[in-house]
């Protein structure tokens, strides 16, 4: 590990907060959601949660958990032609796949502060309301021009 990475990777562990992975979102093409639910459950996850999102995201989204961990996978069936989703499944030929990696955080507000403040591309002006009442931001997936991640992050706040 280079001198560079090893010091992002001591920045990143001070990111205020930062708690453990609260899911991996999976993009799953218009009118598969209840398929890839009914799928999930075969493999012993069941499902907690289940919502249509408007606004810029346009999808409607079903959270998966297996036991009683705190990590879940999210599936996301976009709403319409216009969707984050949909764009991403586009680009995938037609099918679904990754969408994003989420973390928690104690508080999105100190992180999205903490991170700007050391030049990752945030691509929301600000925390904003997510599913089930959270508090998220999105951070670009070429975020840190020296090392870019390569895929989307979202930051969640769990007011529970």
């Known amino acids: 590990m280079s001198t560079d990475q090893k010091a992002i990777a001591a920045e990143l562990r001070d990111v205020p907060g930062l708690q453990f992975i609260d899911h991996f979102a999976i993009s799953v093409p218009q009118g598969n959601l209840d398929g890839q639910v009914a799928a999930f459950e075969m493999l012993g ?4 949660h289940r919502e249509e999102v408007h606004g810029k995201d346009m ?17 996301l069936e976009p709403l319409a032609p216009e969707s984050p989703v949909q764009k991403l499944i586009d680009k995938n030929g037609g099918r679904g796949g990754f969408a994003h990696v989420a973390f928690r955080v104690k508080s999105a507000q100190k992180a999205f502060e ?5 030049g990752f591309n945030i ?24 090392n870019p991640f390569g895929f989307l992050i979202e930051i969640v706040e769990d007011p529970n």
Request: net charge positive; glycine share 8%; no cysteine.
């Open 45 to 48: 996850f069941h499902e907690i």
């Open 59 to 75: 999808v409607r989204e079903a959270l998966l958990q297996i036991g009683e961990g705190p990590n879940l996978i999210q599936l």
């Open 114 to 118: 903490y991170m700007k403040a050391n």
């Open 123 to 146: 691509i929301d002006a600000a925390p904003r309301p997510g599913s089930r009442g959270t508090t998220v931001f999105f951070v670009h997936p070429k975020s840190r021009a020296d």
